[in-house]
């Protein structure tokens, strides 16, 4: 009996534990639930309605939430607006992630980055990030540099992961990332301005897949 009576407050300290466990692993859940809700809102609302009209209200409502959970989660509108561009940014390193390095050429991982990176730059999280940074964080006063330094310095890591071997100088390697950025965002834009009658351009990226191709196997 008396080892019993010892055991119950060690079952019920396990116990209470695991429930502590459970509780912490449920909060940060609802946390990421809160968080991408809020990030998914903004995004929504940019695309159908533009960043004017992306108000508190607006993302409230469309989230679900309250103004004061956005404030907790991201400390106001331009912690939360920050927060959807590393978003963005993140879907977009997914992509290329699974690129493959082995048994693919430079011109295959070309093609591929191109498709891929497409794939974002026509999305609605890339108009996101064009009108964040265009119109909310590119103002004074605002972290809108330093994300775009990051940004690019991430870009670069993904861009010498799958040509690192090309036979093209660094400075070169810059200029092809340059070239290739403004060629998408220009291509999105386009897209953005023609509105519901936008169409892909297939040729346009072909002719970009075929420069890169041939720029990064030093043919320039």
């Known amino acids: 009996m008396a080892e019993a009576r010892a055991a119950a407050p060690a079952r019920g300290a396990r116990g209470a534990a695991r429930s502590r466990g459970r509780t912490r692993r449920s909060h940060a859940a609802r946390t990421a639930e809160t968080r991408a809700k809020l990030i998914a809102a903004v995004v929504e609302s940019i695309a159908q309605s533009g ?26 509108k331009d912690g939360m607006l920050v927060a959807v561009l590393d978003d963005s940014f993140r879907r977009f390193a997914e992509r290329m992630e699974s690129i ?3 048994g693919t050429s430079l011109a295959e991982r070309a093609a591929l980055f191109i498709d891929r990176a497409w794939l974002h730059f026509s999305s ?15 103002r004074a006063g605002r972290s809108g540099g330093d994300w775009r330094q ?9 861009w010498h992961r799958l040509f690192s071997e090309a036979r093209v ?17 220009g291509l999105a834009a386009t897209l953005m301005l023609e509105g519901d009658e936008a169409a892909i ?3 346009e990226l072909e002719l970009l897949k075929d420069t890169l191709a041939r720029e990064l196997a030093g043919g320039g």
Do not use: K
């Open 100 to 102: 493959p390095l082995e």
């Open 150 to 158: 990051r940004m690019f310095r991430d870009w670069d890591q993904l």
């Open 201 to 203: 351009r297939p040729a």
């Open 51 to 76: 960043l004017a009209r992306t108000t508190a209200p607006e993302i409230a409502r469309r989230a679900g939430v309250t103004w004061g959970a956005v404030q907790h989660h991201f400390g106001g």
């Open 169 to 185: 100088p660094r400075a070169r390697h810059y200029v092809l990332q340059h070239y290739t950025i403004s060629v998408l965002s």
């Open 124 to 138: 609605p999280h890339y108009r996101s990030t064009y009108e964040i940074l265009l119109h909310y964080l590119g």
